[in-house]
């Protein structure tokens, strides 16, 4: 028998409810993105984020219930993203499906997002399996994770100060791209001299962890330089270098953890495993070193509730359950 998830996702600026069965086929995926509305104030503004999110999860949910040909009752499990995140955003969520779970009897199930951004690549990949390493990227996080099996993980790496998404998020506002900023750099850059701009890159021999507050220094003191000479930068180049600059550091510590680890599965998760530049360096990296790559389409990259359902159906296999003192976790670390 098919085991059906139904995934709230509301961690940041998001409202998001799937329905998923088997923890690999999407049933219904509905999103509604506050992106738009944010990129007035220049990024997320918590407060309004948790007013929109209370305004449209049960919209969402019963838009998804309602394509997935799905009523509650044949819903095995609600699974909802119990951090890291914005917390009012999160306890919205988490409000939501505490009431849908005592409402249908239905049991309740807290998921980290990180985990749910990794489980991604289950919904899109029939081979995808331990062990592996993945690279998890996104505004808020920069992790390398080793994952034997469903009980054994570890994080091995991780950003010693800023993560990737937040030195592209700064810069991109910075040089007047707005917010989002990593899909608008990534299109800035599409044409541009990635040898343009020279950015330092940070390494630290004995472990697999990232700095990128150097860089973002670096390229903050060539704006400001720029600047006082009355010059203009070229947006173009200087994405375009930007990018690369922080590509070739991720893609670096990752095949090393592989090579150093023997393991030959690389999976991307996190939003900013939808740039452009990141996967075609990721690619090229993989094949010289014959390791398997995976990741997930672009609309599964950035937040959605078909990861969380899936990321759920794996929590549930494992016999996770929570009750209704599940609370939200802003700074969970998985």
Known sequence: MKIITLGIESSCDETACAVVSDGTHVLSSVISSQAGFHSTFGGVVPELASRMHVETIIPCVREALEVSGKSLSDIDAICVTKGPGLVGALLVGISSAKGLSEVSGKPLIGVGHIDSHVAANYLVHDDFTEPYVALIVSG?????????????????????????????????????????????????????????????????????????????????????????????????????????????????????ACLNLNCRRLCLAGGVSANSVLRKAMIRACEQNQIKLYYPPIELCTDNAAMVAAAGYLYYCKGVRDDLSLNAQPSLRQ
């Open 140 to 256: 808020g996080h920069t992790e390398i994770v080793y994952v034997q099996d469903d009980r054994h993980k570890e994080v091995i790496g991780r950003t010693r100060d800023d993560a990737a998404g937040e030195a592209i998020d700064k810069i991109a506002r910075v040089i007047g791209l707005g917010y989002p900023g990593g899909p608008k750099m990534d299109a800035a850059g599409k044409d541009g001299d990635s040898s343009a701009y020279s950015f330092p890159r940070t390494f630290f021999p004995e472990s697999f962890d990232f700095s990128f507050s150097g860089l973002k220094t670096a390229a903050l003191n060539i704006i400001n330089q720029a600047t006082m000479a009355n010059k203009e930068i070229n947006v173009s180049d200087f994405s375009a270098s930007y990018l690369r600059t922080i590509s070739e550091v991720l893609v670096e510590n990752s095949i090393k």
